[in-house]
């Protein structure tokens, strides 16, 4: 098939997995064209199959005081569809991804038939697309999808609730990793030189927006620290970054925290973790804490969203109570014995393969195929 897709170029959960759900399809044989306004994080050097098209953002005009990015983006969608006879435009994030394929699918009709699939993340439900500004034109662009889906059943369930569409079909497809670049390793490269010998290491990975309360990692950690000798290993950047680093000052623990800031490649900084921290307010799947557990890294999280679905409490990690900064250190302590710690990192890797890409991109196929009614 030849699958357009689009999502956000920048760091973060949905840009790589719909960068990853184009490198292993294009493996699998399919044409991939990536359309975006800037190479996704993901993207890393030549791939077979692989074709990147960015969006133009360079227009200026005197009246245009903000740019329309989503209607650019339409106009590239439509291009691409066009010359490269796209089968599928799969969009990522519903806005303004949904909105634009929607357009650009619209401008086609009559010369070209391309299907819109489109994947819903998180936030673009549970927060923007619930802002009043977006939330008609988000179920409007939902709803007139050719296909949606869904990272869990979480968020299928938010997104019927929200949109008030109980009745519409929404597909849960979980995220994935691919086993071959995560996977444990007792002889973790960059360990040594990201904490001493004998500390164990803590770490979180983010893009460090609010929902992810990247303040809570630093409490958590200044607790465990307490007890274990370790290190916290931030990487990652945004908007909380300076919240941060603040209390990391106010609890002194400064020399004991390394900042990495955005890494793209993260599979061997997970390798060196012992323990990963996702303390989030809403988190609708949390790729980090699978590509933790496929490096054999057991998880302490916060029981919202659909973080239940992928760790399992009291075996692959510990979840808790949104806030509850004494137990979730309480919780990473018990994770760090070593008896415990060895199980939990087992049971992590374990349970992380029924999300291996061999078993989840098949049903992205088999759903473009329902599309295209092959
Ligand atoms: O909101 C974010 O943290 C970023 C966002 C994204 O789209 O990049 O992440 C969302 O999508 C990820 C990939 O499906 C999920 O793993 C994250 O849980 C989800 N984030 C939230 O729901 C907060």
Known sequence: MRIGITCYPTYGGSGAVATELGLELARRGHEIHLISYASPFRLRGFAENVYFHEVDLSGTYPLLEYFPYSLALAVKQEEVALRERLDILHVHYAIPHATAAFL????????????????????????????????TVAKFSIERSDAVTAVSEYLREETQRAFLCEGCRIDVIPNFINPKEYYPSAEARCRSSLAPEGARVLMHISNFRPVKRVPDVVRVFAEVRKRVPSVLVLVGDGPERPQTEAEIERLGIAEHVRFLGKVDAVADLLRAADLFLLPSESESFGLGALEAMACGVPVVASRVGGIPEVVVDGETGILLPVGDVDAMAEAAVELLEPKRWQLASEAAVRHSR????AKIVPLYEELYRQVLDL
């Open 104 to 135: 650009a699918r619209e401008m086609l009709r009559g010369r070209h038939d391309l299907k819109v699939v489109t994947t819903l993340h998180g936030t673009d439900i549970t927060l923007v697309g619930q802002e009043r500004s977006f939330y």
């Open 354 to 357: 029924t999300f291996d890409e």
